[in-house]
């Protein structure tokens, strides 16, 4: 079965947090039903080490990095995905934001009903 529908999850900088959820909503990411705006968000601490190209907005390129982050995750639509990630790509502070794109099937799909006792 093809997923009409994705798991979205990105990691950012607690401060850059809100900025991210908003931008999220605001490309339609987060509808589910009759509600929009909808996510879960859970605290880390994220650590890196940019290469010497690199041009990190935290810290220094060599050396491992460690910041407390956000974990924000999301249901989206197939449909806006492209638009989502562009958005937001652009909304967050990091060069190469840590993002997580997984199929994910719609449970309203399968019908549950719960056997009789």
């Known amino acids: 079965m093809e997923s009409k529908y994705y798991h979205l999850i990105i990691y950012c900088p607690i401060e850059a947090a809100e900025r991210v959820r908003r931008t999220l909503a605001d490309a339609r990411a987060g509808r589910i039903g009759n509600y929009d705006s909808c996510s879960f968000s859970s605290r880390g601490i994220g650590r890196f080490r940019g ?5 990190p907005a935290i810290g220094k390129p060599g050396r491992v990095e460690q910041i407390e982050e956000e974990r924000i995750e999301v249901m ?3 449909k806006d995905l492209k638009g989502v990630l562009q958005a937001v790509k652009k909304a967050h ?4 934001p840590a993002m997580h794109v997984l199929p994910m099937m719609d449970y309203k799909e399968y019908h549950y009903r719960p056997k009789k006792l």
Request: proline share 8%; charged share 40%.
């Open 76 to 78: 989206v639509q197939e």
């Open 51 to 55: 290469g010497k190209n690199s041009k």
């Open 93 to 96: 502070p990091y060069e190469e």
